[in-house]
């Protein structure tokens, strides 16, 4: 798979994608990221890529003709048109869901916009979809385009060392994770559940799964389906209360 980061800070995405499990997954062949400067497309000698908004208003707008070129700089005509995803406030929220989906393209475009945004035009030429992290704004698009390429490089085959280091993850499944605990057995008078020293797999496979839904209803109680709950798991949910 080949991930796109169109940025004005092409330096600051390439640090984070060569760091850890993602520059490892590029050594090996397993992705291709590549980050291009918007600025290099600017047709100006000061690499001037904004302009005062129609209309009036505060800010400055991202010019169209930049970012089109940048982007068709990417292939040749007659190859596929690439994914291409724009980094907004004003997208549909990116989850673990649009992670997997995307990591089944060959190739997909991050747009990162600055400013105040970019010139509507050329959202409705090239753009395919909107994708936001979250209901807030940030100063530009790389934190979120850098966010969604580590989601989805991790779902890529190989990039991690086994499919059970995502699939027990919190929201893989529809549900958060289970608590996670290390050596030693007791620290500062608080021990680690004794099921999790016993030995017994099956046993702790039950807890961790009860601890997962209980963790759920606690805290993200609006991801809770009849899907992610199984005939088993609803009869270990009883059992556990019934203990109590």
């Avoid at 010019?63 to 048109?81: F, H, M, R, T, V």
Wanted: include cysteine; charge should be negative; glycine fraction near 6%.
């Amino acid at each position: 798979m080949r991930i796109d980061i169109l940025t004005l800070f092409p330096e600051m995405c390439q640090t984070v994608m060569n760091e850890s499990i993602i520059g490892r997954a590029q050594k090996a062949g397993k992705v291709e990221i590549v980050c291009t400067n918007i600025r290099d497309f600017s047709g100006n000698k000061h690499n001037k890529v904004d302009d005062t908004p129609y209309g009036g208003g505060m800010g400055m707008i991202m010019a169209a003709s930049p970012i089109y070129n940048c982007y068709k700089s990417l292939y040749n005509e007659g190859e596929p048109k690439p994914h291409l995803i724009y980094m907004s406030p004003k997208g549909k929220v990116f989850d673990q869901r649009k992670a997997i989906e995307l990591s089944k393209l060959d190739r997909v475009v991050l747009l990162c916009g600055h400013y105040e945004g970019i010139d509507q035009r050329v959202i409705d030429e090239i753009v395919d979809e909107e994708l936001s992290i979250g209901d807030f704004v940030l100063t530009g698009g790389e934190l979120p385009a850098l966010t969604v390429a580590d989601a989805v490089c991790r779902m890529l085959p190989g990039v991690l060392s086994d499919d059970i280091c995502f699939e027990e993850e919190s929201h893989f499944a529809g549900l958060l994770e289970y608590p996670q605990y290390t050596k030693p057995a007791v620290w500062n008078d608080r021990e680690v559940p004794e099921v999790l020293l016993s030995g017994n797999h099956a046993k702790i496979n039950d807890w961790r799964k009860v601890q997962s839904i209980l963790t759920t209803l606690e805290r993200r109680p609006d991801m809770l389906t009849e899907e992610n709950l199984s005939e088993k798991d609803k009869k270990l949910l009883k059992k556990h209360f019934e203990k109590k």
